[in-house]
């Protein structure tokens, strides 16, 4: 369980990811957001923000993983943090709930099953929760990692 995270603490959280930024050689603004459950979420705005993405987010995934282990080794203390970088993983959360009703309106509509593109484990996970509570139908997750993706079918 992660403890609470007082104000110097935040500070500290800060200045740690602003020097982190700053010997990448990225100008950043860091907005820090009230503790949600056990996780800080940290956005970022930056005017290259597609180097800092990287192909499908794969680069901010890294880059959150880096600054979590940063994080715990300076602070003493199991942080997690939840790194956006301008608004990329809300979009695309809103982009994949959006597909996983389009699509789950589809198979309830047409009765055949319809498989997604390959996605990371956080992508499939945000499908499945958007059409856990449908009645008309069912998601499994298939294949093997990097190729594993989410199946959608009639209940």
């Keep these: 369980m992660v403890k609470k995270i007082n104000l110097m603490e935040i500070q500290k959280i800060q200045k ?9 050689n990225f100008s950043v603004e860091i907005q820090l957001k009230p503790l949600e459950k056990e996780t800080l979420p940290v956005d970022i705005k930056t005017s290259e923000p597609q180097i800092l993405i990287g192909e499908k987010g794969e680069t901010l995934v890294s880059i ?3 600054l979590k282990v940063l994080l715990r080794r300076k602070l003493d203390k199991n942080l997690y943090i939840d790194l956006d970088i301008n608004g990329y993983k809300k979009k695309k959360i ?5 597909l996983a009703r389009s699509v789950a309106d589809d198979v309830a509509l047409t009765k055949k099953e319809q498989i997604l593109p390959p996605m990371p484990a956080y992508e499939r996970r945000i499908i499945h929760l958007e059409l856990a509570e449908r009645g008309n139908v069912v998601t499994e997750s298939i294949g093997q990692e990097p190729q594993r993706r989410v199946v959608i079918r009639p209940y």
Excluded at 94 to 98: A, N, T
């Design 94 to 98: 809103d982009y994949l709930r959006q």
């Design 16 to 24: 740690i990811i602003e020097e982190f930024f700053d010997k990448m």
């Design 64 to 66: 959150q993983r880096l």
